[in-house]
């Protein structure tokens, strides 16, 4: 196998530190990405380049394509493998990063710091097995979805790159080979709490609390670590709440993938709701429904609750005090959630102000849209009109009330029309990645080398308020077609 020739990395604003690095050697190994056979670069996401502080003119040079299979490295990168431990699907088990390595985290102009790390780029010390490669389906889907989450305004890792690698995968069948550059506030996971917790280690365990703090909730330096949770959990609460709002559905949300910075990490098997039905379920391997569209804030609490039990030695000194502490924050989430969807939801329906009633009025559209098989992205955008807010959009006597009631309310409030519909039409998106036409998109690309569906999808997720050049790609699929699954892509 013969891997790229030899090039020196351009400077091109690289600004790498190591404050990770810096936490006690339990939770991270050495690594080294395993050398491609070749590097090419398939989609490389300028915007955020240059948010990083970085010059993407010379990263799309052919000869730089290594740094983004890890054949080449950056200026003062240090590649390490992050330990974390997880529930994976409610069963505990020692992890860490098999398949990415973690090049540094790249301050920005701003003072901000964000991971760069490498998926796919081969073995760890954490493989348990695995070759630590990806395939550039799920690579090109993670880029894909993260961007569209990032324009729909919802916190999410992002991806700078996709590069092939020259090899094959091999999975059930072989498949082109890619490493994926994502970009992360950090990887700082539940997971990576009950890491230390496993270990018993109350040193290293309260060295991540306030690395942790320090990062992500620099007002918080000085508070108590009962504080700090209730801070993670407000951001977590505020999430699950935005995925709702434009219907997803994370599909695998295991404690190893809920960072603490309040970021959407991981997709693998996510997907949207076409037809809005609260106990869809996508994954192929979810078969009891555990991570069902509608479970997914009871699945936040439940993670969360994992991470009070790892955090139980720095809550309080008195282990039953410290229990009553975790518990009495974890009853706080239910509420906090609900407060966080139904702001949203509000927004969605072009409302300022709160009414008592509100959460009926949503409710009744949601069971309304249920019960008729509507879809919920299209439904949501159908009423963003100003013939909808005069008239009901759809005849059925059910929503004709519904509406009746509806136009009542937004009567009650100030604010004319201009201002409801602006409101209405900033958070109900036109363009969603539909699940069919991802899927299009990917096929192209893998199959037939053909980019060009990925990228005409690409510019239309990333602008979701606006009108699209191709209203067919915010088409629901054929009638007739079969159940949409989604794999874990590894």
Not at 268 to 296: E, K, M, N, W
Request: negative net charge; aromatic residues 8%.
């Amino acid at each position: 196998m013969s891997a790229d020739p030899l090039e020196s990395p351009t400077s091109a604003g690289w600004n790498l530190d190591h404050s990770y690095s810096r936490l006690p050697g339990l939770f991270f190994r050495k690594a080294a990405p395993a050398p491609a056979k070749s590097s090419g670069l398939v989609v490389f996401n300028d915007a955020l380049a240059v948010s990083l502080g970085l010059d993407p003119e010379p990263l799309r040079r052919p000869d730089q394509a290594a740094l983004f299979t890890g054949n080449l490295l950056p200026p003062g990168a240090n590649p390490i493998a992050q330990a974390y431990a997880g529930h994976q699907f409610g069963h505990f088990t020692t992890l860490g990063d098999g398949r990415a390595i973690l090049l540094g985290e790249q301050i920005a102009a701003d003072g901000r710091r964000f991971d760069i790390q490498l998926k796919g780029s081969g073995r760890t010390a954490f493989s348990r097995g695995g070759d630590g490669l990806a395939a550039l389906g799920p690579m090109l889907r993670e880029y894909l979805i993260s961007e569209a989450m990032h324009a729909l305004g919802i916190p999410t890792t992002r991806s700078l790159a996709v590069a092939t690698t020259g090899e094959s995968v091999f999975r059930n069948d072989g498949l082109p080979g890619a490493v994926l550059t994502r970009v992360a506030a950090s990887h700082i996971r539940v997971g990576t709490f009950q890491w230390a917790a496993a270990h018993e280690d109350r040193a290293a365990l309260e060295a991540l609390a306030d690395h942790t703090r320090r990062r992500h909730f620099p007002g918080l330096e000085e508070a108590s670590h009962l504080d700090f949770f209730g801070a993670v959990m407000e951001r977590q609460a505020s999430l699950v709440a935005k995925w709702l709002q434009v219907g997803f559905v994370h599909g695998v949300m295991n404690t190893d993938n809920m960072a603490l910075s309040g970021e959407t990490i991981d997709y693998g098997p996510c997907a949207f709701l076409d037809r809005y039905d609260p106990a869809t379920v996508f994954s192929s391997i979810d078969h009891a429904g555990r991570y069902a569209y509608s479970q997914q804030p009871p699945i936040a609490r439940w993670n969360l609750a994992r991470l009070a039990e790892a955090m139980i030695p720095l809550l309080h000194d008195d282990g039953k005090k410290a229990v009553e502490l975790a518990n009495e924050a974890l009853h706080q989430f239910e509420g906090i959630f609900q407060n966080h969807w139904l702001d949203g939801m509000r927004a969605k329906l072009g409302l300022f102000n709160h009414e008592p009633e509100d959460r009926a009025l949503v409710q009744q559209l949601l069971d309304w849209m249920h019960a008729n098989q509507q879809d919920f992205t299209g439904t949501f955008r159908s009423l963003s009109t100003a013939a909808a807010l005069d008239q009901p959009a759809f005849p059925d006597p059910a929503f004709v009330s519904w509406h009746a009631a509806w136009k009542a309310r937004l009567n009650r409030q100030a604010g004319g029309p201009a201002e409801v519909l602006h409101r209405m039409q900033s958070h109900n998106p036109r363009v969603i990645p539909r699940n069919h036409r991802v899927e299009e998109a990917l096929t192209a690309a893998t199959l037939h080398a053909d980019f060009s569906p990925f990228h005409k999808l690409l510019a239309a997720i990333t602008r979701p308020f606006a009108e699209t050049a191709d209203p067919g790609l915010d088409s629901l699929p054929p009638a007739d077609s079969p159940r949409y699954q989604t794999f874990c892509g590894t």
